[in-house]
């Protein structure tokens, strides 16, 4: 079954600066990477997704990008604002089997 | 608020006993799923439906475990017999499953503690 890693389990910056979360996945099978972010005691809330077809995504000051060869995809948050800090999560599946396997997270601090 | 509902939010009850959580997805969906969360760890995939029926469920789920979607829009997610090991959040998701286009969308989830 898929495998999902993700790096760093956290990760401290400064206000203004980018921040890069890193996931590797195990099954080439895999066409669907969402990012979720997770802020204490709330429900994970989807902020970027990404598929198989495209290389790149990008949100206002969020981006993902995505390598099928090595199979890994990154997250990208730049001038990182205080509110910005939470648990992000990626997550990998096959589209028509949704078992969805998730990272164990990052847990973002943004210091103002 | 049009979102995915679950209820109850909390849960404690003693170990043997047995608890069920219900999920409300977002009203077109069509898709339902259920995931455990436990502390810094990310959601663990238990089971989901189309509709009314229960497509996949994962090898980690004990027998103790049951869910049902008996007119494919609500949810239930019963425990039999629960151990201290079951604690943790159990999150419910929807998806609206078109061609291309499967996003999830989480719901608050229910924190069971078992004593």
């Known amino acids: 079954g898929e495998n999902v890693e993700q790096h760093p389990s956290t990760l401290s910056v400064q206000e203004g600066d980018s921040a890069v979360i890193k996931c590797t996945y195990s099954d080439s099978a895999s066409n669907y990477f969402p990012w979720y972010k997770q802020e204490l005691g709330k429900r994970p809330q989807l902020i970027i997704d990404i598929r198989s077809n495209v290389g790149e995504k990008k949100d206002q000051r969020i981006a993902v990008t995505l390598n099928k060869t090595a199979k890994h995809f990154s997250l990208h948050i730049t001038e990182t604002q205080p509110e910005d800090s939470a648990v992000y999560f990626c997550?990998?599946?096959?589209?028509?089997?949704?078992?969805?396997?998730f990272g164990a997270g990052t847990r973002l601090t943004v210091k103002p | 608020d049009t979102g995915v509902s679950q209820d109850p939010r909390h849960k404690i009850t003693k170990r043997g006993q047995n608890v069920t959580f219900r999920c409300d997805p977002i009203s077109e969906h069509n898709r339902l799923y259920w995931y455990r969360q436990t502390l810094g760890q990310g959601p663990e995939f238990l089971t989901y439906?189309?509709?009314?029926?229960?497509?996949?469920k994962s090898r980690l789920l004990s027998d103790r475990f049951s869910a049902e979607r008996p007119k494919g829009s609500f949810s239930t997610l019963e425990i039999q017999r629960t151990e201290q090991g079951d604690s943790a959040m159990y999150l419910c998701?929807?998806?609206?499953?078109?061609?291309?286009?499967?996003?999830?969308?989480f719901g608050p989830g229910t924190r069971l503690t078992v004593l």
């Open positions: 997550a990998a599946s096959i589209s028509y089997n949704n078992d969805m396997r």
């Open positions: 998701a929807s998806s609206l499953k078109l061609a291309g286009e499967d996003t999830q969308y």
């Open positions: 439906f189309q509709n009314e029926a229960q497509l996949e």
